[in-house]
DNA sequence: AAATATGATGGACGATGTCAATCAGTTTTG
DNA sequence: CAAAACTGATTGACATCGTCCATCATATTT
């Protein structure tokens, strides 16, 4: 025998034998075991920029390139961060001079979020990068990659929602 | 007005206003962060118990227990870790007397992996509280879950292969 | 027999997510 | 108006994670 089905009675060899078990019908494996190889591929593409490391950066970006005077806590919540995982983040950002931290003017507790002019260069780049990373996916059809992407967005948006009102 | 569209003008304060741009036509955006909801709520179901913190040791107890003799590598590759993090938390579970690592009689590099009764015991018990997972999208329909599952298996697979080839 | 390749480990490093504590500003309540 | 309760944001501590590099033992190739 030279590739086809292996000797069930015999130890595994080759991932492609292996049997997934209940694992097989848990979207949360499926979704974990692409986290890392999707972040692995990223944070290849963005090898020496500026906001290499964690998705937090990247959404924090382009949200506020997007939505400018955007508080932490809308961040925080669109990237499933909670609060302080997000200040961190943004504390480096402003650190490395990509955002403006201002106090809002209708309430003082609130920081109202801008992009600095490098921020705003950082994100065009980013967005090229980002648009590119589809690439990782070229065994992917359009069709499916469409499909994925439309379903897994409406489960995204009701985890936020639900998130917002637990968190 | 009270919960209609916030004006475009304004900063944005509530999530469900934020645009996505072009994150949301990036699966790695998706994937990446419900990964971070998802492993939130799993941890929390398995509170306690002796296989907490991390994609990896989930996948291999199953994997051991559906494939005895089955080697570390087939096991990382699955859960798309690199050798060297699946070794440590291989080591952690032999520590908690969760699994044994014999020598493969064929070929002295290679470890043959199996389950101890005590991992036996806990994967049945993870195996419940993994099936319990699914509630966590208690929103979804069974039609969006088993899509989305069918999807992302396909997926999954193919960048298995990919990695395959590369590592 | 020597060189090369493979499987598995171990240490070091920076970054991550979580949690509890803190602080400032706001709203509620009496 | 003052006290209490709440909210948004920040910080520090802690355990863990993924990566990279070096190492070691064993197999395979030449």
Redesign the interface.
């Known amino acids: 025998m030279t590739a086809g089905k292996s000797d069930p009675s015999?130890?595994?060899?080759?991932?492609?034998d292996?049997?997934?078990?209940?694992?097989?019908?848990?979207?949360?494996?499926?979704?974990?075991?692409?986290?890392?190889?999707?972040?692995r591929?990223?944070e290849a593409r963005l090898e020496g920029m500026e906001v290499a490391h964690g998705?937090g950066k990247?959404?924090a970006l382009?949200?506020i390139?997007?939505?400018?005077?955007?508080?932490p806590s809308?961040i925080a919540?669109?990237?499933?961060?909670d609060r302080s995982a997000m200040a961190r983040v943004l504390g480096d950002m402003e650190k490395q001079g990509l955002i403006r931290r201002e106090a809002?003017i209708a309430d003082g507790r609130v920081q109202?979020l801008h992009l600095t002019e490098k921020g705003e260069r950082l994100a065009e780049d980013v967005?090229a990068i980002?648009?590119q990373?589809?690439d990782?996916?070229h065994?992917?059809s359009d069709e499916?990659?469409t499909?994925?992407?439309d379903?897994?967005?409406?489960?995204?948006?009701?985890?936020?929602?639900?998130?917002?009102q637990k968190g």
């Open positions: 015999a130890a595994v060899t080759r991932v492609e292996v049997d997934l078990g209940v694992l097989d019908d848990t979207l949360s494996f499926f979704v974990r075991a692409l986290n890392l190889a999707v972040t591929d990223l998705t990247i959404t382009f949200l390139g997007r939505h400018p005077g955007i508080r809308v919540a669109a990237a499933m961060k809002d109202a967005r980002v648009r990373s589809r990782f996916f065994d992917i499916e990659y499909q994925v992407i379903l897994l967005r409406g489960i995204y948006w009701r985890v936020v929602k639900s998130n917002q």
